[in-house]
């Protein structure tokens, strides 16, 4: 870490961990050795203008296209909105609160522009999670979307830090764009350093206290010249699409830093579930998407009639991709779903596969930039085939904000990223489960993905999550719940068969043993399934007397 910052406000450097708490940090690749003063946000978009393609389509929304130059000159004068009327200085945390459109993603630019630091947030978390946040970053100033202003008004009043709310998308004398109408058109970057933070990504995590990962300006460039150069590949004619939040890294990567980074569009959906995303494409032509396993396999059930043929490369993450719903996309579109595994202390993929290297039901290889190894509880890299801790270091990783669970994170060098792998003797990577989703049952181990994968190929099955159920002859038993496609009805019989279907997929000793049919599962606002909420039901069962089936 150099000794240069450009910020005035020291409390993002002071709140790093201690240097011999960091990852190791590798920039092998020429294009990973990035100036020692820099700002991501002249990379990202005042290059472009500079090079003469400003005329280009940056946005597509709903209400219109925004180009390149326009967006610019929307981002300059929110700059000096922030600097000139509310007092930003170099290292203030800015809170960010708005659906995904380019306002939103305006405000992303000008805070960084001008020497700050984003926190952008997710319009469905409500006052207690934003005043947590708010404390934890002490964050003093937030810009909000005025349709989203009911629960940043309660946050105020939760916490005494946040002093001071501007509203956007509003036409009040003291909104963002009056505020802006009046500014000149330029604003000149603040020279930060390459390993300033720019941005405080907070982990969609949904238990304990909210977990604030750092990142400087090097990391927004770091990961499109890995994993978006060397696997995705895009060019300036590419159009995205997806759904993922920006507030999610999965979201601002796929929507905004990959297709900046090559001058390329997006399409910005404030609702994109999966019949607004696919109503979108048919629309807009995109041709990249980027999405979960969950609205890819949802998508699948609405194809009859529908046109994606713009579409060329589809991109999940966020879970786990299931083979069947990767071969059910595959053979309804032809398309064939690059998978990977990122994380939000890495701030993006750092496993997958490119197109003519996908193997499936593996999540990839290392994307170039990155190593990873697959780790024993002693920190040894166990032998080919052999599950144990994915450890994984690159140009990015994580340093928590004030935050001891930094040690766990990392060790020797290595982020500790939580999941279970096994890799092959090619080198693929092969998901078992979260590390702390294993379920030991009669002293077996039992990824829960995996079962859940078996009764994913079953007609009958639209979603399904299973985790374990605590049993006093097996310690554990596999359970699933599962949520069943609209013709099918939840019975004995359909228990017996999915059973019997598992058992034909995988080792026997895999089966659950409970089946309880529900008409939903549990899911973050980014779409995982959370689980530690099945666990919940599945230990207090009695209390949800919902329709049920077990061998």
């Keep these: 870490m150099g000794d240069y910052t450009a910020h005035l406000d020291t409390f993002a450097r002071d709140n790093l961990p201690p240097k ?160 802006m109408a009046g500014k000149p058109d330029d604003f000149a970057a603040v020279d930060t350093a390459r390993d300033d933070v720019c941005l405080i990504g907070f982990t969609s995590g949904t238990t304990g206290e909210p977990k604030g990962t750092m990142h400087f300006h090097r990391d927004m460039l770091a990961v499109c010249d890995t994993y978006s150069k060397r696997v995705l590949r895009p060019d300036p004619d590419d159009r995205f699409i997806g759904s993922p939040p920006l507030a999610f890294t999965f979201g601002l990567g796929g929507l905004v830093l990959f297709p900046m980074r090559v001058g390329a569009s997006a399409v910005l959906l404030e609702t994109a579930t999966p019949d607004r995303l696919l109503e979108a494409i048919e629309r807009y032509r995109p041709t990249v998407c980027f999405t979960s396993p969950t609205a890819y396999r949802a998508i699948l059930g609405k194809l009859a009639g529908r046109d994606l043929s713009s579409l060329r490369k589809c991109v999940s993450a966020g879970e786990a991709l299931p083979k069947p719903t990767w071969d059910d996309w595959h053979a309804a579109t032809g398309i064939r779903i690059q998978d990977g595994i990122g994380a939000t202390e890495m701030l993006h993929i750092f496993i997958s596969a490119t197109l003519d290297e996908i193997r499936p039901g593996a999540t990839g290889k290392v994307v170039p930039g990155y190593q990873a190894r697959v780790v024993g509880p002693d920190g040894e890299t166990v032998p080919t085939g052999e599950v144990g801790r994915l450890a994984v270091r690159g140009p990015t990783g994580c340093r928590y904000l004030a935050d001891g669970r930094q040690r766990a994170y990392v060790q020797d060098g290595w982020n500790l990223t939580g999941d279970t792998y096994r890799v092959d003797e090619d080198g693929y990577f092969w998901y078992q489960a979260r590390s702390d989703d294993m379920i030991v049952s009669s002293g077996y181990n039992i990824a829960g993905p995996e079962v859940e994968a078996a009764l994913l190929s079953h007609p009958a099955v639209a979603e399904c999550g299973v985790v374990a159920q605590p049993d006093p002859d097996r310690g554990a038993i596999v359970k699933a719940y599962v949520v069943l496609k609209p013709d099918r009805t939840g019975d004995a019989d359909l228990t017996r068969d999915l059973q019997d279907h598992v058992k034909a997929e995988i080792a026997p000793y895999k089966y659950p043993r409970a089946v309880e049919y529900v008409s939903a599962l549990p899911r973050t606002d980014t779409g995982k399934l959370k689980r530690h909420e099945l666990r919940a039901w599945a230990e207090q069962e009695t209390a949800r007397p919902q329709a049920r089936g077990a061998a």
Excluded at 43 to 58: C, I, K, P, S
Excluded at 73 to 102: K, W, Y
Excluded at 146 to 160: G, N, Q, S, W
């Design 20 to 179: 011999d708490q960091w990852p190791d940090f590798l920039f092998d690749l020429d294009d990973l050795r990035y100036p020692e003063r820099i700002n991501c946000a002249v990379e990202f978009l005042d290059r472009h203008v500079a090079e003469g393609r400003g005329g280009r389509t940056l946005f597509v929304t709903p209400d219109g296209d925004v180009s390149y130059a326009e967006f610019q000159r929307t981002v300059n004068r929110m700059a000096r909105v922030l600097v000139e009327d509310l007092g930003l200085v170099p290292g203030n945390r800015v809170l960010i609160r708005s659906a995904n459109n380019p306002t939103m993603t305006a405000a992303l630019f000008a805070v960084i522009k001008a020497g700050g630091i984003a926190v952008c947030t997710m319009p469905l978390l409500r006052a207690v999670e934003l005043a947590a946040i708010v404390d934890k970053a002490e964050v003093r100033l937030a810009l909000c979307d005025a349709r989203l202003a009911d629960e940043m008004e309660k946050t105020r009043a939760r916490t005494p830090i946040l002093e001071r709310i501007v509203h956007f998308t509003t036409d009040a004398a003291d909104g963002l764009e009056a505020r």
